[in-house]
């Protein structure tokens, strides 16, 4: 392998301040990468190792010039690029990149509390919006509300864990997968992102950091329990052997749900080994497996939330306010019967595998080689509403690069160059729910076969100009095929003749994405970066085949969304108590993907269409004050203005009518979310290891449609815990601890989850009022009334 010169990162950096000079949000067609790993995720380990890889005998021991990284490397910081030797993960670009905006959620702000979801967790990053999906630990995730206007799933950011991807390649995301009690620290990347990360990451990207085995050293059982028959039984084990390091997490996890028909029974296994094969060689494996059975609520009217949000006493035929779904009589065609959730039986019967290696060779102390691959498959059974989706997902992915550290006229350099292949090729049907309970299936409502294919190179450029200065360009070039052919089904009389409507769909995208960023540390307490980059997401094969009534057909016009942000912020620490990080940034979208609710009865939840322009504005703050030596202070605070700048809507009922949107909001964006925490532990004296906080979370009210008729109402809620952690002086245990945590202390009534309606208009084309969408159900999920939960975890040598 020859080594990279001083020409490439020249090159790199004077194409790309050409480049994005004239600042084109487009930059290209459209297309996809299923995941490019996330340049590491593994700084911490490194920070505990504190060793450079070993080398073979006779290899040069002066190492290449390391950039200071701080003591303690999972602090809220922009961490520089390292080259990760510590020989458990990955040769990359390590936690958020330089010049970037991103936070780093260390396990200590979530390991003596309720960690039932990523919801628990992720919400002490600003930027960060959660709303409940279809499932107990299946939410949406937003970075910047890039996952707010879509009705199920993660869209619009890429997510890995230890480095692997677990998006696939037509970038779905799902959290059932994710137990945060197996994770050691969570990082999170804000902003367009897929120079580096590729399609998908217009929001930018997560990587979950499984703890290394010689940080567990031992084993670790642990329960938590509480309202709603909630029971986590899960358990870690890790040791580092000689060469080789594993961890390895299992948990099951129960419940009855807080609404009626959502109990959930869910296995989670998660494991990471690593072998040092020789001084140049390391090889890493990956497992993680997730199977989930439960049942599911049916999303309500705002009118159905607030007259009945729990759905008690929905078993009952005529309950008011209960939601229902309208199911063929025959699983075909005429009469329908209207049926609640827990009658017709709707819910989830989903497994997910994924398997994944890497092989990291050392040329020398600065050029790492890397290959790595990844099997995922995604196997459902979703009887969701008045349809049940059936289908396997299998997808691979493969990546191949180098990272080389070196030098340029004195300068310190690092120049990553990449290539990845990935593709998702399947066939899933939907077939009629029909009344019986169950979830019964009647005929076969269709079939899509198709393929999603992405491949692509990147490149990426570090250089440090001055001991305080460093200049980041990178740039992405990918191509996304994406082909399937929908067999719509319809059945005429009773003996429901068969008839077929064949869709089909072979769309081509090409996408670059550019980045350039500063750097800036003048001394300890200060840091300021900027930052231009683009991002891009094509749509869905499965996209392509739903029209706004929700009903299959021809949608396979539908364009890649592609953006183009600003950020600038700046990181004050004056010393080891105080840390407080401001970004503000701007982003301008051409053809957003904007995701609405589709009528009831619809075989079809939701349906996706493009916005020509928008704008993205905002504020995030994240402030850290431990203002005496046992008290602690700690907020995230995002600020979001979302509209759109270019958009006509049209309607139909008979005629259709066109509405301007320009100038609204875009629905399902909250303008204001914080989450602020009091935190007191006593580290000293007989009540050392004894803790507690109170935390306020506040989620401002929104748009639930594109005309700005209906708003979701917004709420606060209150979180207590106390808890308790001690070292045991014995030869087997290490250290115990338990907690008491009351969530929603007030028992206020809230709105979890809030998908996006289409507005309506009358015969005479004017727009139905906020009373009447009201009524538009397939919406809201209700969150959490008053829940206890309390844990217990023991820690074995």
Partial sequence: MSRYHAPIGVSILAILVAWIAPVQPALGQNAEPAALPPINVEAPREAQAGHAAPRRAGAAVAGPRRMQQPADANEHRLPVVV???????????????????????????????????????????????????????????????????????????????????????????????????????IDVIRGPSSALYGNYATGG???????????????????DGGSFGYLNNYFTAGKKVGDFEYSFFGSDVRGDGYIQNSWFNTQTVNFLGTLHATPDDRLTFKLIHNHLATRLPIRLSLNQFHQNPFQAGCETSGTPGCGTVSLFNNGFNGPRTPVTAIVAGLGRDDRRTIVGGRWEHDFDNRTTWRNQFVFDDRNINQPTGTTSGIGDFASYNFISDVTRRGEILGMDTTTYVGGFYNTLPWS???????????????????????????????????????????????????????????????????????????????????????ELALFFKPNDEWQFRARAATGYGTPQVGNLFVVSSGQFGNNTQLNAQRNLGYDLGADWTPNKSLKVSLTGFYEFFRDELVTQATPAGAPNASFTFNAPRSEHRGVELAADWRFL???????????????????????????????????????????????????????????????????????????????????????????????????????????????????????????????NIGNTVTAAGVQNPASVLANSTGSIHAGSPRAFVAGMKIAFR
């Fill in 629 to 755: 030596p046992t008290w602690r202070f700690t907020a995230a605070y995002t600020y979001l203005d979302q509209f759109y700048t270019e958009y006509v809507e049209n309607i139909t009922n008979g005629a259709t009518y066109s509405f301007n949107r320009a100038g609204n909001k875009i629905p399902g964006i909250s303008p204001n979310e914080l989450t602020a925490r009091l935190s007191w532990d006593e580290t000293s004296g007989p009540l050392r290891g004894l803790g507690a906080f109170v935390e306020v979370v506040w989620k401002d009210s929104f748009y639930m449609d594109n005309a700005n008729l209906l708003k979701a109402t917004g709420y606060e809620l209150v979180n207590a815990n106390v808890r308790y952690k001690t070292d045991l002086a014995s030869e087997t245990l290490k250290s115990l601890s338990v907690f008491l945590e009351v969530r929603n202390l007030f028992d206020r009534t809230y709105l979890a989850s809030a998908n």
């Fill in 428 to 514: 899933s049907d939907t077939f009629n729910v029909m009344p019986g309970g169950g979830a019964t299936l009647g005929r076969i409502s269709a079939n899509t076969t198709a393929s999603h294919t992405n491949w692509g190179f990147r490149a990426r450029e570090e250089m440090k100009l001055a001991p305080t200065l460093t200049a980041i360009a990178g740039i992405g070039w990918e191509n996304t095929n994406l082909r399937g052919l929908n067999t719509a089904y319809t059945y005429t009389g009773p003996a429901g003749i068969t008839t077929t409507r064949l869709t089909g769909a072979d769309r081509q995208f090409q996408n670059t994405a550019p």
């Fill in 83 to 185: 080259i990760n030797t510590s020989g458990v993960g990955i040769g990359n670009f390590s936690l958020v990149p330089n010049g970037q905006t991103g936070t780093t959620i260390d396990r200590s702000q979530f390991e003596n509390r309720p960690a039932f979801s990523v919801a628990d967790v992720l919400r002490d990053s600003p930027g960060i919006s959660i709303k409940q999906g279809n499932g107990p630990r299946d939410f949406g995730i937003s970075i910047r509300g890039s996952n707010a206007r879509n009705g199920f799933g993660i869209r619009n950011m890429v997510i890995f864990d230890d480095g692997f991807p677990v998006t696939q390649p037509d970038g779905l995301s799902r959290s059932d997968l994710i137990d945060p009690h197996a994770y050691g620290a």
């Fill in 205 to 223: 990207a997560i990587d979950f950091r499984t703890r290394p085995g010689r940080v567990i050293d031992g084993f670790e059982y642990g329960v």
